[in-house]
């Protein structure tokens, strides 16, 4: 166990991060980003989703589309359960810098490569799949070794008992200060583990499923799923949901502190002020 450093302007740095922690999160943000604008890009080539083991063309769980409106100009639709909604400029059809209309499923700028190229897709993701696999692999045996999985990401009682208090502060943005933030809240773990534990495998488990060659080997797998378009449609409700974690998790560390976070995933140690005491 590594001791507190005092700051001068009274602040401690306490150890937070290991190496392997640091590095693994770093290589999985820049893995994950490939993965999102990539599968975009491949998702291009067909915008759309089904339950079960094969496409029913005529009846998605969800699609994008692109429409003809009556004066003749594109509009982009978005089939979901709940309707169809319209969304030109963002989805289906979008405005490129010149003004010009792209009619595809995902603007340019939101996939990769920019330009319509599947097999060019295809490369940059399942590369970065092993990549995330391999490291999300690399982080789970380091913390199962070291006991730091548990030790770390594990809520107490006394945390599952205050979850309602913890949650009610962080929707009015009262974060923990002092000893209090030296380690993760019970919110912060939970959220964690069902990030680590169950988001990201499952999302493993899901892009191996739509492989040919592991449904061969493994037909089980996508039976697991309902088929490989089940698994299709989980593994992009798997990535919606991602997207969401990555979106709430930047905003807590732009409103907890971002500099002390950021420290703390550079360097390992992050600054916390001591309790004042009482007067």
Same mark, same amino acid.
């Given at each position: 166990m590594r001791q507190d450093r005092l700051l001068a302007d009274g602040r401690r740095l306490v150890w937070r991060h290991p190496l392997v922690v640091r590095l693994t999160h770093w290589v999985n943000l820049a893995s994950l980003a490939v993965l999102l604008l990539s599968g975009l890009q491949i998702l291009c080539a067909h915008p759309a989703f089904y339950w079960g083991e094969a496409s029913t063309f005529a009846h998605p769980f969800a699609a994008i589309d692109a429409v003809q409106a009556a004066n003749g100009s594109s509009r982009g639709v978005l089939t979901l359960p709940g309707g169809r &909604?319209?969304?030109?400029?963002? @989805?289906?059809?979008?405005? @490129?810098?010149?003004?010009?209309?792209?009619?595809?499923? &995902? %603007? %340019? #700028?939101?996939?990769? %490569?920019?330009?319509?190229?599947?097999? $060019?897709?295809?490369? #940059?993701?399942?590369? &970065?799949?092993?990549?995330? $696999?391999?490291?999300?692999?690399?982080?789970? *045996?380091?913390?199962?070794?070291? *006991?730091? @999985?548990?030790?770390?990401?594990v809520p107490t009682r006394a945390q599952l008992a205050g979850l309602g208090r913890t949650a009610w502060g962080h929707l009015r943005l009262k974060f923990p200060h002092g000893e209090a933030a030296r380690d993760y809240n019970g919110l912060q773990k939970l959220t964690y583990l069902a990030v680590v534990l169950g988001l990201l495998p499952l999302m493993v488990a899901t892009g191996l499923s739509m492989s040919p060659t592991i449904d061969a080997v493994v037909p089980v797998l996508p039976m697991a799923f309902g088929g490989r378009q089940s698994a299709r449609t989980i593994h992009f409700l798997c990535a919606s949901a991602l997207v969401l974690f990555a979106a709430v998790h930047l905003a807590m560390i732009l409103l907890s502190g971002p500099i002390g976070e950021m420290r703390a995933m550079i360097t390992g140690w992050f600054p916390i002020r001591p309790d004042k005491a009482p007067s």
């Open positions: &909604f319209d969304v030109t400029g963002v @989805l289906g059809v979008s405005r @490129l810098a010149d003004g010009q209309e792209s009619v595809r499923a &995902f %603007p %340019p #700028w939101l996939t990769l %490569p920019s330009s319509l190229d599947l097999g $060019a897709g295809r490369r #940059w993701h399942f590369f &970065f799949a092993w990549v995330f $696999a391999l490291n999300g692999a690399l982080y789970l *045996g380091s913390g199962l070794v070291s *006991g730091r @999985l548990v030790r770390v990401l």
